[in-house]
Each structure stands twice: as C-alpha cells, then as structure tokens.
Nanobody, 120 residues
Framework: QVQLVESGGGLVQAGGSLRLSCAASGSVFSINAMGWYRQAPGKQREFVARITRGGRTDCATSVKGRFTISRDNAKNTVYLQMNSLKPEDTAVYYC??????????????WGQGTQVTVSS
C-alpha cells in the first residue's frame, strides 16, 4: 500500500505565498507522474499542476506564472510553490501520484487533502 501525505496548507492573505509538500511512503516501488488537484466548496475537483518523473511540467491556465511544481525523486516528494495567491485559490488541495507498489501493482493514489484559504 502506498500513502500520500500532504502538508503546508493554511491561511494566507491575498498576494501571499504557501508551499505544499506531498510525500509518498509505504510499499513504494516507483512513483511516476505526480500532481496537484483542488476542490473548492460546491465545485468539482480540478487539475492544478503535474510533473513527470523526468521533470516535464504542466499546469492549469488559472495558475500559470504563479504556481510552480517540482519534485525530489529520491524522496518521492512533490512540491507546489504558490505565489501571488488570490481568494479564488481557496480550496482543498489534493496530491495525486501514479505509482507502482512493491507487488508491482499500478495504481492512481490520492492524498487526504490540505486546506488552503486565501483571505481578501
């Protein structure tokens, strides 16, 4: 079993910054693409950013130029640096990873989410 544990959420004023972290642990054989999604109250979960094991990145238009995704393959950890935060960035942020466990089973894993609240 692979677990994803997020940290770094919190309350910040508009224009501020936060850095989210997500570490994969447990019976990890390999972690491929990792990414972040978010879900605001009353809305569907939406894609924020993703990064491949080789470092190729992609992000939503709404966060381009403000959010940066990175990862440390040795630590099976992905980061999301969020700058110039806006109230509309308020949401629960979920970590996602495509991985293979020690039994060689491929799965799509989700973290439990971390709350980000941006006040105006």
């Amino acid at each position: 079993q692979v677990q994803l544990v997020e940290s770094g959420g919190g309350l910040v004023q508009a224009g501020g910054s936060l850095r989210l972290s997500c570490a994969a642990s447990g019976s990890v054989f390999s972690i491929n693409a990792m990414g972040w999604y978010r879900q605001a109250p009353g809305k569907q979960r939406e894609f924020v950013a993703r990064i491949t094991r080789g470092g190729r990145t992609d992000c939503a238009t709404s966060v381009k130029g403000r959010f940066t995704i990175s990862r440390d393959n040795a630590k099976n950890t992905v980061y999301l640096q969020m700058n110039s935060l806006k109230p509309e960035d308020t949401a629960v942020y979920y970590c996602n990873a495509a991985g293979v466990d020690s039994s060689r089973n491929m799965n799509n894993y989700w973290g439990q989410g971390t709350q980000v609240t941006v006040s105006s």
